[in-house]
T-cell receptor, first 116, second 110 residues
Framework: NAGVMQNPRHLVRRRGQEARLRCSPMKGHSHVYWYRQLPEEGLKFMVYLQKENIIDESGMPKERFSAEFPKEGPSILRIQQVVRGDSAAYFC??????????????FGAGSRLTVL | SQQGEEDPQALSIQEGENATMNCSYKTSINNLQWYRQNSGRGLVHLILIRSNEREKHSGRLRVTLDTSKKSSSLLITASRAADTASYFCATGYNAGKSTFGDGTTLTVKP
């Protein structure tokens, strides 16, 4: 069981380029969450997805950011026309389908985006 | 407004001492979780407490929840140097997103 796999671990982009971050959830998990973390800060919720559905995107910036979790393949967080303020660690987490009303998250190691 | 605000922001203790961190939140929850993050790594789940529970133990960890005060505490007993990390509380309401605070950075000196 490989856990939550994120890639790339480190990504460097120049302003205006696109960044694509991928996340494969833990085996058997159907829920994926993306969080952003700035240095010395906590995690800020971005988006919550199930297969082929965006459940909650209340933390996603309205422009340039998008996320998907297709029927096959990993979840992808896409940032278009990156700016320096997008530099951060992006964490993906997954959880199983539960009827208990609480989702325990398993986190990946994160993808660190640096925008030059 | 920010859910799950931890205090203190930073805590430094000697090995063997106990460490207590607090978390306050603002809106209704039905569960609260604590996570640990070692420098440069992802978060690791430590313990979950539901809104109908007041206290929970797991090894050297003790978590309390006071829903009337909208607060929780995490106690780590007999701390070790390996406990050095950032600790975050996360609040949730039913299934769905968990909202994290800014964390407490714990340093345990050998």
């Amino acid at each position: 069981n490989a856990g939550v796999m994120q890639n790339p671990r480190h990504l460097v982009r120049r302003r205006g380029q696109e960044a694509r971050l991928r996340c494969s959830p833990m085996k058997g998990h159907s829920h994926v969450y993306w969080y952003r973390q700035l240095p010395e800060e906590g995690l800020k919720f971005m988006v919550y997805l199930q297969k082929e559905n965006i459940i909650d995107e209340s933390g996603m910036p309205k422009e340039r950011f998008s996320a998907e979790f297709p029927k096959e393949g990993p979840s992808i967080l896409r940032i278009q026309q990156v700016v320096r303020g997008d530099s951060a660690a992006y964490f993906c987490a997954s959880s199983p389908e539960t009827g208990t009303g609480a989702n325990v998250l398993t986190f990946g190691a994160g993808s660190r985006l640096t925008v030059l | 407004s920010q859910q799950g605000e931890e205090d203190p922001q930073a805590l430094s203790i000697q090995e063997g001492e106990n460490a207590t961190m607090n978390c306050s939140y603002k809106t209704s929850i039905n569960n609260l979780q604590w996570y640990r993050q070692n420098s440069g790594r992802g978060l690791v789940h430590l313990i979950l407490i539901r809104s109908n529970e007041r206290e929970k133990h797991s090894g050297r960890l003790r978590v309390t929840l006071d829903t009337s005060k909208k607060s929780s505490s995490l106690l780590i007993t007999a701390s070790r140097a390996a406990d050095t990390a950032s600790y975050f509380c996360a609040t949730g309401y039913n299934a769905g997103k968990s909202t994290f605070g800014d964390g407490t950075t714990l340093t345990v000196k050998p």
